[in-house]
């Protein structure tokens, strides 16, 4: 998973959008173990927060691996692929949280499976040196997958460890992150400092729970980040900023969507409009089904500022936030989901400030978004690969009562 927590929510709502039944049978930071039916290439071309998908074909305990003949006996019971040719690319990946296992261990499952290569009739079995190699994990990261055709062609095996167990088994599908980055740069208008990262604005619309034909609006589209990524799932999008330009831009960037995708993205002019969110329901009489907007309302920083600053600055976007939160929630259908980024900045005494809109969501009729079944999240959801940025994000998901 590319954003833990934030992956496993999108993941969560996926399943559950799709009506699957699922049970999360373990999971850290990067993995998640999980019994569900899963449609890998759906899931894979769907969600912007995974970097693999594999299946578990053995859990063995710690006992199990430190003692060689048990750890070939019960790997050896199990079958890893149903073809193979006599000539193959394979390599390892393993990823484990904590440094709390021997060292050698990953070295351990990679002899078992070259071995077992050579038995089941592999005659030339060439072994791909991961890149990243460190003390806990050594992982192919997905573009490499792809670029020495491992998908399809050749095999990777995964081995994770999470409290306690060892998981192993075999990558069905890895993402393509090369997607993600055209839509980003090849786009007519680009802003690296303003816009959101696709995988990002990938996950809030999953987050909305909304699927084909849904109508998803974004009331701070910016260069239209977030309504490309609606586009591409089907939905049908509207966007609005206060700015002029970002409007243009964003018509201009939906455009190059559509004809690079052979997408029908329908009535782009009238749907991406200029408006101050504070005011929305002054220009929209449309009811919409779901919400996903980023309004970092920041300038950028230059330098972690101090408390006094960043609390100063808070208190101006918050104040803009109060402000906004009912108008938007006006033009939400009941049940609807709006998936909204606060900002989080870290100061130069290596704090963390933002700030609390429970009553504003209350005063705007929304309620923290809970799920049926299955995990409860606590919102906002911060990504982890942001941790140490001037400005990260907290993600929240409400529901319209
Ligand atoms: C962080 S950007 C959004 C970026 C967008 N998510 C993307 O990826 O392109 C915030 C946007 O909010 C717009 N904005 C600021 N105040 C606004 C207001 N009161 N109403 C509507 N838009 C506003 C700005 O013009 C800016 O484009």
């Known amino acids: 998973m590319a954003h833990g927590e934030l992956s496993l929510a999108e993941i969560v709502n996926y ?27 759906d899931a894979m071309s769907k969600l912007g927060g995974l970097f693999k998908i594999g299946t578990v074909n053995c859990t063995l305990d710690v006992k199990d691996v430190l003692d060689e003949g048990r750890l070939e006996n019960k790997l050896n019971s199990k079958e890893y692929y149903n073809w193979i040719d006599d000539k193959v690319r394979w390599c390892l990946s393993f990823y484990s949280d904590v440094p709390d296992f021997e060292v050698n261990i ?25 890149k990243k190699v460190g003390k806990i994990n050594r992982e192919n990261i997905s573009d490499d997958i792809i670029k020495k055709h491992i998908i399809g062609e050749g095999l990777e095996f995964l081995v994770s460890f999470i409290s306690e167990k060892y998981y192993v088994g075999v ?27 696709p995988k990002i604005a990938r996950i809030m619309v999953n987050l909305t729970g909304l699927s084909a034909g849904d109508r998803l609006l974004d009331p701070f589209c910016g260069i239209g980040t977030i309504l490309q990524e609606a586009s591409i799932l089907g939905l049908q999008v509207f966007g609005s900023d206060i700015n002029r330009k970002c409007i243009s831009e964003t018509i201009s960037n939906l455009k190059w969507l559509s004809e690079t995708y052979n997408l029908e993205i329908r009535d782009i002019s009238d749907r991406i409009f200029t408006a101050d969110a504070t005011q929305l329901s002054k220009y929209m ?15 950028p920083l230059k330098r972690f500022p101090s408390e006094d600053e960043a609390e100063n600055m808070l208190h101006t976007v918050g104040k803009t936030y109060e402000t906004f939160l009912p108008e938007i ?11 909204l980024v606060t900002p989080y900045i870290r100061t130069n005494k290596h704090t963390e400030r933002s700030f609390n809109l429970k009553e504003a969501f209350k005063n705007s009729g929304l309620i923290p978004y809970s799920h049926h079944n299955g995990p409860q999240f606590e919102y906002p959801i911060r ?4 941790k140490n940025k001037k400005v990260s994000r907290g993600i929240h998901v409400l529901e319209k009562l």
């Open 329 to 339: 929630s006006n033009v939400l259908k009941k049940g609807g989901k709006l998936v």
């Open 383 to 386: 990504s982890s690969v942001e």
């Open 15 to 41: 399943l559950e959008s799709s009506g699957s039944e699922y049970q999360i049978i373990s999971r850290s930071e990067q993995v998640m173990i999980m019994d569900a039916y899963l449609d890998v290439n």
């Open 285 to 299: 009489n449309e009811e919409i089904d779901g919400i996903a907007t980023e309004p970092i309302l920041l300038p």
């Open 171 to 197: 990558t069905q599908e890895v993402v393509r992150n090369q997607e993600f980055i055209n839509r980003d740069l090849c786009r007519p208008f680009q802003n690296p400092k303003e816009s959101i990262p």
């Open 106 to 130: 990953p070295d351990r499952f990679q002899d078992y499976f070259r071995q077992r290569l050579r038995k089941d009739g592999v005659k030339k079995a060439k072994y791909i040196f991961p």
